[in-house]
């Protein structure tokens, strides 16, 4: 079964610019995960749909971040407009069924960074 | 509050050696618990994961983690160690709650296992 992919792997874009990344989640699961690895810190969570739905975006930095999952299938995480802190690794993650105890399965992220 | 700890930011061991990379957490309740490796150039990758049962769990690529509920540690241990394990690797809790599916991660272990 194919893993979780993620598109671009890299993007360098400049401030003030919009950057949409692409996360296609391992086929049957309904859940889908965002986080963002920024400066080496940790791993912090941004948003989580159950198909389309957005069932906790608690960890959404700001109104600069729109993630959308339309037909609940890939979902697209748009940054506008990007700022100098919005550079690091952003990583999806899906799971098949929803609990605490389900293994998120995670692709390779995609590496931003504005300059 | 940080919920999960990563004291040691490098560990470096010589091929063959055994190879323990420690994690604490600090939820209250019963937490469930995950490992993750990063080799370069990839996506995190699920290692093994602790919710319930015997307190020794054993996982991918001959690791194994040990979950201590009087010294609030899950640390992940190898008994020998090879160079192709060098990698960076993650903890993470998924804290109680029963809406909350979110991953909590440390800041993560940069393992170098030297030949």
């Known amino acids: 079964e194919a893993g979780v992919t993620q598109f671009p792997s890299h993007s360098v874009i400049e401030k003030g610019q919009t950057v949409t990344l692409r996360c296609d989640p391992i086929?049957?699961?309904?859940?889908l995960y965002w986080y963002r690895r920024v400066m080496g810190k940790e791993i912090k969570f941004l948003l989580h749909?159950?198909?389309?739905?957005?069932?906790?975006e608690s960890g959404m930095p700001n109104n600069r971040f729109l993630a959308e999952r339309t037909g609940g299938t890939y979902s697209t995480l748009k940054v506008q407009p990007a700022e100098l802190e919005d550079s690091g690794v952003y990583f999806c993650?899906?799971?098949?069924?929803?609990?605490?105890?389900?293994?998120?399965?995670f692709g390779p992220g995609t590496r931003l960074l504005v300059l | 509050a940080q919920s999960v700890a990563q004291p040691e930011d490098q560990v470096n061991v010589a091929e063959g050696n055994p190879l323990t990379v420690k994690c604490t957490y600090s939820?209250?309740?019963?937490?469930?618990l995950f490992w993750y490796v990063q080799y370069p150039n990839r996506g995190l990758q699920f290692l093994l994961k602790?919710?319930?049962?015997?307190?020794l769990v054993k996982g991918s690529y001959g690791f194994e983690a040990e979950f201590n509920k009087s010294q609030t540690s899950f640390h992940l241990k190898k008994p020998s160690a090879l160079v192709s394990d060098s990698a960076l690797y993650f903890c993470?809790?998924?804290?109680?709650?029963?809406?909350?599916?979110?991953?909590?991660f440390g800041a993560g272990t940069t393992v170098t296992v030297r030949a």
């Open positions: 993650a899906s799971s098949r069924e929803l609990g605490r105890q389900e293994t998120q399965y």
């Open positions: 086929s049957g699961h309904d859940n």
């Open positions: 602790y919710i319930t049962g015997d307190n």
């Open positions: 993470a809790v998924s804290p109680p709650g029963s809406n909350d599916y979110k991953l909590s």
């Open positions: 749909f159950v198909k389309e739905s957005k069932q906790d």
């Open positions: 939820v209250s309740g019963n937490p469930y």
